[in-house]
């Protein structure tokens, strides 16, 4: 983990390559436990993905990471390379705790994303603009989604399509990656 | 977050407010995923609990907490509101954990809550004085409830019922909430 | 957790404690969930495990953490007792973890397995050093415990024997274990 400042260049680099693992791995997950499906046929695939969606995510993920710098919020905790590798872990780890909870009360689903979200907020960089980007994630990301499904390119598995068609989990998984995106630019360009 | 100094009464609020939200979510998650049950028809309900359970939950929360602090025991690390939030949340993610738990051999259950219990209190705050209310809290919480359980006011369901009536993880649930419990007070009262 | 420096015999056999502790408790999570058999009669057992299980793992432990330190490479951060505790806790919580997967599709419990233990490399000590203790780890540990299942002595459930008869999830496993391993030493004899 070098010290040395990134160029723009490199630090997006490095955070569509960080995102593109994280959705692809995170999304095959979905895919496998039929927690999620693709419904259209001939789209090209990316292990078990539509291209579409892990070129979708990280460039949300690049945009928020950027506009987040941008905005000059100021943070709590200065993050570093090795944190941002420790954030994008847990991120696609509750990623893939979210495709085991399809046969799970939807109470005990939500609680359970919901205190790792916030907890994964209060550990990566508990500041009032890590949480207005997590919570912008939080309701954009699911629009996003539901608007995905009712055009019918995707869609949840039956037990867990009660938020008007996705997952009532998924404003917390998106919460989660919010708060980490939001200091992702700093920690790989200019870790302290 | 804030960083001044709050008045014992807003300190004691603002734990109240805390453990209200973790013993309602948690308390919820073992009801819907059927790991306790309220057996007394009649007694006003707050979310899924009977409206005994917050209240007492909260007010040994408060306790233990307040008690803690006075008997001024060291703290091997200075903990910020940010990281009670973080601590909280925590304790509530192994409460929704200890709810998926129903249809798993006793040792599983029990190594993985209690191996996650010792980790909340080597990061918390990793002192004798923690570790001593965590281990009160391991011991009188469960009696507590295996009076409750004796006297008919509740019950754990079939599979997790093997420790006198209540869950044998219940222990380790009850550890990490009063490791945590241990250092609340200082985190919100006066964050270092 | 007092600070006095160790000899190296009493690191040695706090090393062997703890690793023989996680290594029980973990081992005994697989055969009360039917991930792993003995499949040799007539040996003893310590808990759930044959006898030559504890051994060899604590022994191996040791050996990770005693030639990491004489390999003299640099940590990026210095641990403490307290950090120890906590290291062994979270490994034998994922240890726990991997006996709740065996109806989980691999993709899910490789990710899920996988992300945790790079979190784990990177919280506890993201230096290349213990990435290439942990990636030894993951290579060795695998090979020895696919050795021991093509001898007979012990093996796999059906559905987790996947790779070449032991559990495709067990290289990120070993992964984490071995990152923990490569600054027990130091934790424990001398820490910061």
């Known amino acids: 983990m070098a010290d040395r400042p990134l160029s723009a260049g490199r630090t997006a680099a490095a955070i569509l390559v960080l995102a593109l693992v994280v959705g692809l791995a995170g999304d095959a997950c979905h895919v496998a436990a039929g927690t999620t499906r693709y419904e259209w046929d001939g789209i090209p695939t990316l292990w078990k993905s ?10 949300a993920v690049l945009a928020a990471a950027w506009l987040s710098e941008r905005a000059g919020t100021q943070a709590v905790r200065v993050r ?8 994008a872990a847990v991120v696609l ?25 916030v907890a994964v907020w209060a550990w990566w960089d508990p500041s009032p603009g890590a949480l207005a980007v997590a919570a912008g994630a ?3 990301g699911p629009l996003a989604e539901i608007a995905v499904v009712a055009a019918g390119a995707s869609s949840y598995g039956d037990p867990v399509d009660g938020l008007a068609g996705v997952a009532p989990w998924l404003p917390c998984l998106y919460f989660a990656a919010g708060a980490v995106a939001a200091r992702l630019w700093s920690a790989i360009a200019d870790p302290g």
Chains 1, 2, 3 share one sequence.
Do not use: E, K, M
Request: proline content about 4%.
């Open 80 to 87: 570093s390379r090795a944190d941002a590798v420790a954030g």
């Open 138 to 140: 939080a309701v954009l």
């Open 93 to 117: 780890a509750l990623y893939a705790v979210t495709a085991l909870l399809n046969d799970v009360p939807t109470t005990v689903s939500v609680v359970l994303v919901g205190s790792i979200a």
């Open 50 to 59: 539509a291209i579409w969606f892990p070129v979708a995510l990280s460039g």
